[in-house]
Nanobody, 115 residues
Framework: QVQLVESGGGLVQAGGSLRLSCAASRIIFRINAMGWYRQAPGKQRELVATITPGGSINYADSVKGRFTISSDNAKNTVYLQMNNLKSEDTAVYFC?????????WGQGTQVTVSS
């Protein structure tokens, strides 16, 4: 059973930075995209950023210019560099790997931004 292991969440002041990492416990073949989603209390899960093995990137408008997604395809690892964090970025962040067969989700890591 493949697991996605996330790390890097925590508590940070507004304007600060955090870097999230997500690694698969074993190689997943035929990945179409890797990405990050987040869910704030009382809200639906929303897309933050995605990246394809070919390097195509998509960001939510709310994080453009502040967040950067990157990946190491050989290691099945995806990263999210978050700069200039705002209180509205507070949420549980989930990584996602989408393959031809199914989607895999991480367990979530809490990011809390204090104002």
């Amino acid at each position: 059973q493949v697991q996605l292991v996330e790390s890097g969440g925590g508590l940070v002041q507004a304007g600060g930075s955090l870097r999230l990492s997500c690694a698969a416990s074993r190689i997943i073949f035929r990945i179409n995209a890797m990405g990050w989603y987040r869910q704030a209390p009382g809200k639906q899960r929303e897309l933050v950023a995605t990246i394809t093995p070919g390097g195509s990137i998509n960001y939510a408008d709310s994080v453009k210019g502040r967040f950067t997604i990157s990946s190491d395809n050989a290691k099945n690892t995806v990263y999210l560099q978050m700069n200039n964090l705002k209180s509205e970025d507070t949420a549980v962040y989930f990584c996602n790997f989408a393959s031809n067969m199914r989607a895999y989700w991480g367990q979530g890591t809490q990011v809390t931004v204090s104002s």
